[in-house]
């Protein structure tokens, strides 16, 4: 089938030598290798893995650490060229200690419990780094600094300590030590292929199905097909063609699509008796549905094809670790109780230890103020403003005053009308004289206007007195802010 494709890759080369004529950083330092359907098997594979330069591939600068210092390069450092076809980036790709601190581990068990409250169980999918699963594409000096047994006994004890803290893990050391039929990562990208994905699902439901809970669900039967040929020019392959004015072409993989096996309707469907799915998936780009069928891996589908349940997938591009969960913990579905398992693909080097997001994340765990007793709420109307004003948003005084006092947390839920209002501060003012500033950057995909927050009074004695927002981004226009603070 890929050779359909063949013209297409040329007019890609052609295009690649045109812009190199052009100045641009995508130059090309070699002639394209066309082939035709008697053409050489080497060549063949050559054009599929995207081998159309000749090395080096790397540059001086990708060695300099100015190079990182701002924009979408700063998560590419250390860029570095590996065996033939490979990219790594040496900061995140070929980290070998995985941590969790105490405060992370401590937020982490708090969120399965109030999961567990309102009957979800956690399942995590912990993925590895692209160093663990293709430490072998490394070259010197790499291969000999970068220690697999190390990096691979962090992983496992990563995945224990998020076992012992309550949730269901699934088993990846199979995965991390077999030997592999095709490439888990794509060479140049940082995402996994559909493969990976594939492998990586398979493990996840030898998890759950071993949970009694998920004999509850109602099965559906799910098959899964080839699909398109996705073409990946991969991240890592842009930066170094950015910073070096050379890149290779396309890598190219065969994709999947899962589909019910059935795929006409069935009768239980049309008089609409079929039962919401009870399990959701949250993550990162690796798993979400884009329009774009080139960056889709098919990871919800291969989960519905071996759990036999459908899924509902939240995850997120561009959300980072908690960006998704976020959306689905604000979600109508979530908070009417639809979901019974929350599957979470997540990346081992993420270490989770931004507590201000906790801080967010725990109390939309809960469902907020919702069913809570309000110590105090408030409306108001903020104007057109600029970055660094500020407004108040609640105010714990005069006739109406509850006192706050004695309590370890209190928590905020607000609406904002605008779901784009991301970037801000909270400021929560107590009456002696303490206070507590909060930096909130919410994800840029969240289209949702609720907002949580769990504050903690520097002094247990003190009251709540004011509530500010200062802005880290203009209003454009007047928005409407509710405010409730209830105990957390």
């Known amino acids: 089938m890929w050779l359909r494709r063949l013209p297409d890759i040329a007019r890609w080369a052609l295009l690649c030598l045109c812009l190199c004529w052009q100045g641009s950083a995508w130059a090309a330092q070699a002639e394209p290798r066309q082939n035709d359907a008697g053409g050489d098997a080497t060549q063949q594979r050559d054009i599929m893995r995207g081998a159309f330069l000749q090395p080096p591939f790397t540059c001086e600068a990708l060695s300099d650490p100015a190079t990182y210092a701002e924009g979408t ?68 000096p790499w291969k000999e600094q970068y220690s697999l047994a190390a990096a691979r006994q962090s992983f496992l004890e990563k995945a224990q300590t998020l076992r012992a803290l309550g949730a269901v893990v699934a088993d990846m050391e199979p995965v991390l030590t077999a030997d592999h039929e095709q490439e888990y990562f794509f060479r140049r990208d940082h995402h996994w292929t559909p493969y990976g994905a594939d492998v990586s699902a398979r493990q996840v439901a030898e998890a759950m199905q071993a949970e009694p809970g998920i004999n509850d669900l109602p099965e559906v039967a799910f098959e899964t097909r080839p699909d398109i040929l996705l073409r990946k020019m991969g991240t890592m392959n842009v930066a170094v063609g950015i910073v070096c004015g050379n890149t290779y072409s396309f890598q190219w993989v065969r994709s999947s699509l899962t589909v019910p096996k059935d795929d006409t309707a069935s009768a239980d469907a049309l008089f609409g008796d079929v039962a919401a799915p009870a399990i959701a998936l949250v993550g990162t780009s690796n798993s979400d549905n884009r329009e774009d069928r080139y960056k889709n891996y098919n990871f919800q589908g291969f989960l519905q094809q071996y759990l036999s349940r459908d899924v509902v997938n939240f995850a997120m591009t561009g959300g980072g670790a908690t960006g998704s969960l976020e959306d689905l913990l604000l979600s109508d579905a979530y908070q009417s109780g639809q979901f019974r398992y929350l599957i979470w693909e997540l990346p081992v080097s993420y270490a989770l230890e931004e507590q201000e997001v906790w801080r967010q994340l725990l109390p939309e765990a809960s469902g907020g103020c919702t069913d809570q007793s309000l110590l105090a709420s408030a409306k108001v109307t903020v104007p057109i403003s600029k970055v660094d004003e500020r407004v108040e948003v609640l105010a714990n005084a005069g006739q109406y005053r509850r006192l706050t006092a004695g309590r370890q947390h209190l928590l905020l839920d607000m609406n904002f009308s605008d779901s784009n209002f991301k970037e801000f501060y909270v400021l929560a003012y107590y009456d002696d004289g303490q206070r507590e500033k909060v930096r909130i950057r919410r994800p840029a995909r969240l289209d949702n206007g609720r907002f949580m927050l769990r504050l903690d009074p520097p002094g247990r004695q003190s009251n709540l007195l004011s509530v500010l927002l200062e802005f880290e981004q203009p209003v454009p226009a007047a928005m409407e802010v509710e405010t409730s603070l209830c105990d957390y």
Not at 83 to 108: I, N, T
Not at 111 to 136: E, I, N, S, W, Y
């Open 73 to 140: 390069m700063k998560t590419m450092s250390q860029l570095i060229a590996g065996e033939p076809y490979w990219f790594f980036r040496s900061d995140v790709d070929l980290q070998q200690s995985f941590p969790l601190d105490a405060a992370s581990q401590k937020a982490f068990a708090e969120l399965v419990d109030r999961l567990a409250q309102r009957g979800v169980k956690l399942v995590v999918m912990l993925q590895p780094t692209r160093g663990l699963m293709h430490a072998d594409a490394l070259v010197s």
